[in-house]
């Protein structure tokens, strides 16, 4: 079947069946969400347990089980390689992994991939995963999705998990937890809601046990079953990685002040202002000068929404924004901020983007500026994958974020070296064009030709470009890139939010 | 079946299969949590309703169906009333109300159970409606569960509720929502948890509408579907009843003060102590004397649960205590200190007291200090119906702050008025003879035999008494009461809070 954003996607595959994608808004569920087993321990039941080892026995973990880990520590984690090397040592094999994501410090995971001690993998793959998924693929497909996808799969328990192993750089010994203190705090814990919520079985592992009750209480006892302790969770000084420092390029620059110009001419940049910014180098740009731009002309945000930085925490520290709502902490200075600061307050992953609840953060978010590998000339997004077939990054929140917020602003450079990033079709769709509402590049942006009342706004008062002379702009100067060589063998899936198909990706021939 | 408190438990009732109580720590679940219906909120989708009429409407609301209130506001609260009201206006019938409580405020919906609005009550009973199920009994037997056991039958979905309706002293359109700002606040909103969580719909009412987004979140967006502004959810005042005073009687602060002594023989009262008092004028004396014990002792304890008062939060200002989880605020001064003490932390009545979790905070609680209409030679409480038969008080967190607690004191003055409350047998079993260790009356103090641990530990520290002479004492001063004339008919169920079935209450012959 061809999808909503013309996509070939089989019926089926590996035994999963597909929903093709037919536009962000058209699927609405009829199912229930899961329901965990009842747990019963009496008050003379200790849980706290000697070692990752006696967890993985007490939870009963077999062959062929799911096991769920949260990013909050990104590069810097140690939890998934402390517990995939335990269940490979006790000869646990073909489990499937639900990580939030993976990052190049997992990489040693390839080994328990190739020694079938992991055989699935349901979640984001930042670097050399990815490429080896790439290039070898697993026994099935990994399944790709975004941050509030994967929570709504995790809920429905159409991504069911037997055991989540949640790092907390605080904890007490019955369960009770949070990312914010301690020496290995990382801030916020959005991700690990949901698994805490609907995992069979919960196991907090910290590096920092302190006596009961831990507050604030991010993870409370109840859905604890056990807390072990380790030496260290892992290096908080791995979540700041090269992409959450600012632009120093100025090509760049421009981007993200053409970002606040067009904002301030289509008359959105007002009083209530909420925006959701990432941490690639644009978005903190785009950041530094909102805050400028707001400061001088006396406006105050409602609320910023993220993946928060330091540059957020500035807009809140001096009442640029009234409230910062944080998912994940994407710097030192934001993992600061969450422990102290009032309005600073920690939310999950089922509230910033599950498009199956009550409504969603992203729903009230006035503005997003997401980056993009590539961009098509009907304004699909590709953020997954390199133009060389290679699967190198996760969805993160961009779905989620580009389907809430009124805008939905692309921030990309119209080369990357020699390579463009306006593509005549996109490598893989990770975002859908229905979602998409400007492109900005250092050369002209583009307004989506569906978003007429944007185009009407600021008609002579921003220069707007058609998203194809952008696309021979590029073409002229570098040419077109060499079409990536893929096998037919499908080695993920890229699911949109709701569940439905976007995209699949296919074996890179080496 | 005759149950482990020696009472006759039939198999059935009105269609509903009874489960034999077994001892307090005898029952393990083998079922799932209820599974609620997956939501979709779209971007443009608004929330916020003009009416209590047009949101029973958009949830569908219909004949036999349920919906549920918390009772934070106790005696002031205005929100049950109006609910009410309305759907009596729109000739629903049928409907099976599911209040965590209900008190002399809501006296006026004896009118509608007459009328068939209401036919059938699962909530505690405080007063009027209670004399009157006692008097008439409903089409089914009441269900009356603790705190923690309403928790428990709401999550595994035994008490189905179609439709919350939650009283939020602040709210934004899209829900989020909590209990401790504005002109109605009212402290904790640990009752509401449940039922956000695992209503099938869910409707805040608020007087206190501000911008989006409300902090802190006690329930978030994700879980509310409609929001409905009203003049006013009720008076706050209405919170402190009469039991919130201190006691004056002499008897009774010596019971008080009887409690401390024995705790601090028993070698209890050291560093890391933790308790739960309740509001009755005997505990709130309890719980000063503690705080002057503790204070000039140099001990600290680690948390006070509760039912919260103003002199819990004494302790925690004077650092005599560290934290306070807090489900329930009992007083003003709590309502105050919630929304500005960050060591005094709400939490949900899941987590206080549901004992199919992963472990509540009762059990993890030293003693705790309850209150009883009567005590009978079995060491059995019974705190709903006093010695005429009549239905006059719900079960609170007793049930579940007795299995928890390593030590439970009831604090009973010997008489009340003519009335003795040693009896041979209790009126009703409210909470098992199993979880009962300490009866402290003004005339002695007993402890069940069953904990020798306890016994030997006071032995030669502290009078004690057998319980039987306690009994004798009291006949003596008054004789036995009259036995209350009862009917065979079923009026209510005192569930455990497990979910098997402790005793029956049977209508008063009028």
Same mark, same amino acid.
């Given at each position: 079947m061809r999808n909503a954003v013309g996509r070939e996607i089989p019926e089926e595959i590996a035994g999963r069946k597909l929903i093709t994608y037919n536009?962000?808004?058209s699927f609405k569920p009829d199912k229930r969400q899961y329901g965990k087993p009842l747990k019963c321990v009496f008050p003379d039941e200790k849980k706290l347990l000697p070692s990752i080892r006696d967890a993985i026995k007490k939870v009963g973990l077999e062959d062929g089980m799911t096991i769920s880990f949260h990013h909050h520590l990104r590069n810097g984690d140690a939890v998934v390689n402390l517990v995939v090397d335990e269940i490979a040592k006790m000869g646990i094999k073909d489990i499937k992994l639900a990580p939030s994501a993976l990052f190049?410090?997992?990489?040693?995971?390839i080994e328990h991939i190739k020694n079938g001690v992991i055989t699935s993998i349901e979640g984001s793959l930042n670097g050399p995963l990815g490429e080896y998924v790439s290039k070898h693929g697993l026994k099935e497909p990994v399944v790709l999705r975004s941050h509030g996808g994967r929570a709504r799969a995790i809920k429905s328990g159409?991504?069911? @998990?037997?055991?989540a192993f949640l790092a907390a750089s605080i904890a007490d010994e019955y369960g009770n937890c949070n990312g914010m203190l301690g020496k290995s705090a990382f801030g916020a814990m959005g991700f690990a809601y949901a698994d805490a919520l609907f995992a069979d079985n919960v196991v907090v592992i910290t590096d920092n046990l302190q006596p009961y009750p831990v507050i604030p209480i991010s993870i409370p006892q109840i859905y604890v079953d056990y807390v072990v302790q380790v030496e260290s969770i892992g290096d908080p000084s791995g979540i700041q990685t090269g992409t959450m420092q600012i632009t120093r390029s100025p090509a760049r620059l421009t981007i993200a002040k053409n970002v606040v110009k067009f904002l301030a001419k289509a008359g959105i940049l007002k009083d209530g202002f909420s925006f959701q910014a990432g941490a690639g180098g644009i978005s903190l740009a785009v950041t530094k000068f909102l805050h400028e731009y707001m400061k001088e002309n006396g406006i105050v945000g409602d609320f910023v929404m993220g993946g928060i930085t330091g540059f957020v925490v500035d807009m809140l520290m001096d009442g640029t924004i009234r409230k910062i709502l944080d998912?994940?902490?994407?710097d030192l200075k934001a993992v600061e901020s969450i422990a102290k600061n009032a309005g600073h307050v920690e939310v999950s992953h089922i509230m910033f983007g599950d498009p199956h609840t009550c409504g969603c953060v992203v729903n009230r978010q006035n503005a997003c500026f997401l980056g993009a590998t590539e961009v098509d000339l009907n304004f699909n997004v590709n953020v997954n994958t390199h133009s060389d077939g290679l699967l190198l990054h996760g969805i993160g929140g961009h779905q989620d974020a580009a389907a809430g917020s009124d805008i939905t602003m692309i921030t990309v450079p119209l080369l990357r070296g020699r390579l463009p990033? @306006?593509?005549?079709?996109?490598?893989?769709?990770?975002?859908?064009?229905?979602?998409i509402d400007v492109i900005v590049t250092d050369r002209g942006i583009a307004i989506n030709p569906e978003r007429e009342d944007l185009i009407e706004e600021v008609k002579g008062k921003i220069d707007i470009v058609d998203i194809g002379e952008l696309y021979k702009k590029a073409i002229n100067l570098v040419g077109e890139p060499k079409e990536p060589k893929l096998?037919?063998? @499908?080695?993920a899936i890229v699911e949109y939010r709701d569940g439905s198909v976007l995209d699949v990706i296919r074996k890179v021939k080496e």
């Open positions: 536009g962000p808004f190049p410090v997992h990489e040693k995971l159409e991504l069911h @998990i037997d055991v998912a994940q902490s994407f990033v @306006i593509r005549k079709e996109v490598t893989t769709v990770s975002t859908p064009c229905q979602t096998s037919d063998e @499908i080695v």
